[in-house]
Structures are given as C-alpha cells and as structure tokens.
C-alpha cells in the first residue's frame, strides 16, 4: 500500500533535448580524446574512448534524471554522486587491462589514463558541467600533443637500462666485435645473456652447425640507443637488432 502511495506521488522521469545534448557532448569530447589515441595507434583508440566517455555520461543522467516516478522526500532519496564513484572504480579495472609489461619495460599507462580522463569527461558533460568537460579535453590535448617534444628535450637518464636485442650467426666471433661497438659509444653494458634461437639457412635448409645466437644486452648511456641499434645492424654478420631505449616514450 506504501509502495503504490508513493508510484502516485512520483512523478516521470526526465529525458529531453538537455539530456540529449548533455549525452551528445559528452559523445563528442570522448571520441576526440579517442581520435588522438587512433591517430597514435594505440590499442584503445577512438571506438574505446567513445564508448567509455559515452557510458559514463549515460550513467550519470540516470543517476540525475532517472527514478523519479519513484522517489518521495524523506522516504526515497538518490545520491548521484555514488554512480560518479562507482564509475572510478569500474573504469579502473577497465585500464588496468591496458597496462602490460614487456622486455622490463611498462607499456600502456598513457592509454589507461587516457580512458581513466575520457569516463571524467563523460560524467561532467553527463552531470551538466559541460565547460570543465571542455577544459579537461583541451587539457588533455595539451598533455598529449604539447609534452612530447618537450620529454625528448629533457636531459637523458644516465643510470636507466635499456634493452638491446643483437643477433648473428654462432661461431664467428661477432660478440667481441659487438661489445666493443657499444662500448666505443659511451655504453655500459649492466648484464648480458645468450641463447640459441635456431638454425642459420642455407639455400633453403637448416645448417646445424651454424646456429643462430641472441644476445641480450641490459645497458645505460647518453647516448641514443636507437642510434646505436642502427649501427649495429651495419656490422658484418649481424642477422637483426631490436631496440627497446628506456628514454623514448612510446605510449
């Protein structure tokens, strides 16, 4: 008897173009924060982002326009500020996904953050604050777009590792020939490993007396580790190098 006291008091819910419009900004503003990570090629690009800032902002015009035909002062209260809390959680565990280690590095912190900002955004244009949603996408571009080519100019770390990847046929002596190139370079080879990856070919077959080495080489310097993979590669013998340079920010 209460409860359909108070479905007769309750009046409708809220939806209308200020709702509509709240939704679509929040669309907007998210797939712009999508498209610079689209355009960087990143693993959450534009279709992630905009879900997530779309879904974010979904939530909170529920919170805020939705259950109306069922609240009743003092006996039926909703607290939309809980969905802006439950949505930090939930897109947490979605950016955690993001973060993965390889080669002793880290790899998608900025993509995570980058999504963590999006849902942000989603609930401020969703919560009808749509001038700091504004704000935070530009200042997003502005972290994105603008601090980049300022990192690169920053003095390089000189204790950092950084990994490098050398391969070449056994036998042949290249290791020595290798460390020395590095070393001549300013480079400070930390710690080295070797393993045999297979077999070199020989018109088409594998010869098993000429396997193939990998050596990993954990090193720090001033230098460009990049550049120096480059040159590598232009040693006699040398099969492939792969570069991994602490002081490059890939992501």
Aim: no cysteine; proline share 4%.
């Amino acid at each position: 008897m209460q409860y359909g006291h108070l479905m007769a008091l309750g009046s409708h819910n809220v939806e209308g173009p200020l709702q509509v419009g709240e939704f679509a900004l929040a669309l907007v503003l998210s797939a712009v924060i999508g498209l610079e990570r689209e355009l960087k090629q990143k693993g959450a690009g534009l279709r992630t982002h905009t879900l997530v800032g779309a879904g974010a902002a979904l939530f909170m015009l529920v919170s805020k326009y939705g259950f109306s035909d069922v609240l009743e002062p003092r006996l039926v209260v909703v607290d939309p500020s809980r969905v802006a809390a439950q949505i930090v959680t939930g897109v947490g565990f979605l950016g955690a996904g993001l973060i993965f280690v390889r080669q002793d590095g880290v790899r998608g912190l900025t993509s995570a953050a980058s999504v963590w900002v999006t849902a942000a955004v989603g609930a401020a244009a969703g919560a009808g604050l749509p001038l700091l949603a504004l704000v935070a996408v530009a200042g997003y571009l502005l972290v994105a777009l603008a601090f980049p080519p300022l990192t690169r100019r920053l003095p390089r770390s000189r204790t950092a590792l950084s990994t490098l990847r050398v391969r070449y046929p056994d036998g042949r002596g290249l290791l020595r020939e290798v460390l020395q190139f590095v070393t001549a370079r300013g480079f400070v080879v930390d710690r080295l490993s070797t393993q045999t990856v297979g077999h070199e070919l020989a018109g088409g077959t594998a010869v098993a007396d000429r396997s193939t080495v990998e050596v990993l080489l954990l090193l720090h310097g001033r230098g460009s580790v990049n550049d120096l993979a480059a040159g590598l590669t232009e040693l006699p013998g040398v099969h492939a190098v792969q570069a991994d340079d602490v002081n490059v920010r890939t992501d």
